[in-house]
């Protein structure tokens, strides 16, 4: 053709080149599928992928050497062989003929990405059912095709569960692909069993309990002559296991009932009188839980309240801690009273230093002890914790020498504050 190509590279124009020197340049590789190229100067660029199948359509290259012209005898070519489908029905080793793969799956997996869509958009018609033997059926297990096998076959691999009800299967080699579970009679249907509660099993009504005691003479045994020793069954005892288990949990010490011990003999039962000392002895024993349910109940919230009682008390009582803010009130006066002292003598800066390093030591168990449970519900406690560890020693070092100064005026005001509260 004669027209020249462009190609455009990172951004950057190249050419005029001839068509076949693009298609060179797109099959080793040094042009994208997502460069541009295109045809003339005034030509529309086009990704290099399109370019066989828009602007060439129509458009055979142009051959100026012969040489370049490959001749095939079309008769020397092979004809494809048939594919063969056999029916099932048809021969005994028609499983072998069609796949290569091996038609026993050992586990089931899922399917093949090209048969995991949505039966809605791949089988709109029903699914075959399991009993048309008129084809093989094939199903897809371990990304592998298997089959053609007879439905006996297919519906045995089912119950061995080898093919589970997600995978699929089909009927005929151009059959369409559905789920196992959807074919009918394929999967085997599993009946629920009804469940039933450890307690309704082991521990049955109680009335029924003793019209099967006195029904069933066959569970009681004699031990010796006179009927001295009784065995009940193996299931009386595992309901008098139950209840003793039952009461050892609500905290009850066990105590014997006519209920647990061996039914007696049938000519020892005497009407319906055993009956209803069984029935007495069962209406005290649960009496019994009950009051102590009940007691245990009670012990529970008077603990509780007490509890919060305390709290209450410890918490808004006057006076009911440990009096340590009325100590500590007296601490800080003899302390602010022995500095005054100092200072009305005139002392030493060496006995200044030594008391202020005495008294730096005496009030840090002090200040730790106020700021527990110093704030606005406890104001004597925070006006002393104000005084002891904001002002005190600045009153110390300042007011040597210089009386009446800011700290010791607000020192003075929280100590007093302090005082008044807790002489109301």
Same mark, same amino acid.
């Given at each position: 053709m004669a027209e020249q190509w462009f190609y455009r590279l990172f951004g950057e124009e190249f050419g005029p080149v001839p068509v076949s020197s693009v298609r060179e340049m797109i099959a080793d590789g040094t042009i994208a599928a997502d460069d541009e190229v295109r045809a003339g100067v005034d030509g529309s660029w086009i990704r290099a992928n399109q370019l066989a199948e828009s602007t060439l359509a129509g458009h055979p290259q142009e051959i100026t050497d012969l040489s370049e012209l490959t001749l095939v005898d079309e008769r020397s070519i092979p004809a494809p062989e048939p594919v063969r489908s056999e029916s099932p029905s048809s021969s005994g080793d028609?499983?072998?003929?069609?796949?290569?793969?091996?038609?026993?799956?050992?586990?089931?997996?899922?399917?093949?990405?090209?048969?995991?869509?949505?039966?809605?958009?791949?089988?709109?018609?029903?699914?075959?059912?399991?009993?048309?033997?008129?084809?093989?059926?094939?199903?897809?297990?371990?990304?592998?095709?298997?089959?053609?096998?007879?439905?006996?076959?297919?519906?045995?691999?089912a119950a061995d569960n080898r093919i589970s009800p997600e995978h699929y299967v089909k009927m005929g080699q151009a059959g369409e692909w559905f789920q196992a579970g959807v074919v009918p009679g394929l999967i085997p249907e599993v009946?629920?069993?009804?469940?039933?509660?450890?307690?309704?099993?082991?521990?049955?009504?109680?009335?029924?309990? #003793?019209?099967?005691?006195?029904?069933?003479?066959?569970? $009681?045994?004699?031990?010796? /002559?006179?009927? +001295?020793? =009784?065995?009940t069954s193996a299931a009386e005892l595992l309901q008098g296991i139950e209840r003793r288990t039952m009461r050892a949990a609500a905290g009850l010490t066990e105590e014997p009932t006519e209920a647990e011990s061996p039914p007696p003999s049938g000519s020892a039962r005497g009407g319906g009188s055993s009956h209803s000392a069984k029935r007495s002895v069962r209406k005290r024993s649960a009496n019994t839980i009950a009051g102590a349910e009940s007691l245990q109940g009670k012990k529970v919230a008077i603990g509780i309240l007490a509890v919060g009682l305390l709290a209450l008390l410890f918490m808004y009582g006057p006076g009911f801690g440990s009096g340590s803010e009325k100590a500590h009130c007296d601490e800080l006066t003899?302390?602010?009273?022995?500095?005054?002292?100092?200072?009305?003598?005139?002392?030493?800066?060496?006995?200044? #230093?030594?008391?202020?390093?005495?008294?730096?030591?005496? $009030?840090?168990?002090?200040? /730790?002890?106020? +700021?527990? =449970?110093?704030?606005?519900?406890?104001?004597?406690?925070?006006?002393?914790?104000?005084?002891?560890?904001?002002?005190?020693?600045?009153?110390?070092?300042?007011?040597?020498?210089?009386?009446?100064?800011?700290?010791?005026?607000?020192?003075?005001?929280?100590?007093?504050?302090?005082?008044?509260?807790?002489?109301?």
């Open positions: 028609a499983a072998a003929s069609v796949p290569a793969q091996s038609c026993s799956p050992e586990q089931p997996v899922a399917p093949p990405p090209a048969a995991s869509r949505p039966l809605e958009s791949v089988a709109p018609s029903a699914p075959p059912s399991a009993s048309q033997q008129d084809h093989g059926w094939f199903c897809q297990i371990d990304d592998q095709e298997f089959g053609p096998v007879d439905i006996e076959t297919l519906v045995q691999w009946e629920e069993q009804p469940t039933v509660s450890r307690f309704e099993t082991a521990a049955p009504n109680a009335e029924q309990e #003793d019209d099967a005691r006195g029904a069933d003479p066959k569970t $009681i045994g004699s031990a010796g /002559a006179g009927g +001295a020793g =009784t065995s003899e302390i602010y009273t022995e500095f005054k002292g100092l200072r009305d003598a005139q002392a030493s800066d060496g006995e200044f #230093d030594a008391f202020a390093a005495r008294v730096q030591q005496q $009030i840090k168990p002090m200040i /730790a002890d106020l +700021a527990k =449970t110093a704030g606005a519900r406890e104001p004597a406690k925070q006006a002393l914790l104000y005084a002891a560890r904001d002002y005190l020693m600045d009153v110390i070092q300042e007011g040597r020498t210089d009386r009446n100064t800011e700290d010791e005026k607000t020192f003075s005001q929280h100590l007093g504050r302090a005082r008044r509260l807790i002489n109301e």
